[in-house]
Nanobody, 114 residues
């Protein structure tokens, strides 16, 4: 079993920055991890992804603004979000799987507004 806890969301003005954290516990060992977001009335979408060996990728809408990283212990993943835009407003979730089971955190709200 795996537990994921996101934090770091909040209200920020356009152009501002936030760093989200996803702390994983339980049966975690070199997991891949994804950051997703879901805006009101929209489907959940993948934002950024890190493979087990640390390679990252992100969707075009956040390239150059969002950066995904993790700590050396491979138990905490981060999403550094710079130059935030109103369209980045959403609940952000981290996600991993252990083969047969998909795990999600409870989400953290990011609101970009002046």
């Amino acid at each position: 079993h795996v537990q994921l806890v996101e934090s770091g969301g909040g209200l920020v003005q356009p152009g501002g920055s936030l760093r989200l954290s996803c702390v994983a516990s339980g049966n975690i060992l070199d997991n891949a991890m994804g950051w997703y977001r879901q805006a009101p009335g929209k489907e959940r979408e993948l934002v950024a992804y890190m493979t087990r060996d640390g390679r990252t990728n992100s969707v075009d809408s956040v390239k150059g603004r969002f950066t995904m990283s993790r700590d050396d212990a491979k138990t905490t993943w981060y999403l550094q979000m710079n130059n935030l835009k109103p369209e980045d407003t959403a609940v952000y979730y981290c996600n991993t799987d252990t083969g047969n089971t998909d795990y999600w955190g409870q989400g953290t709200q990011v609101t970009v507004s002046s």
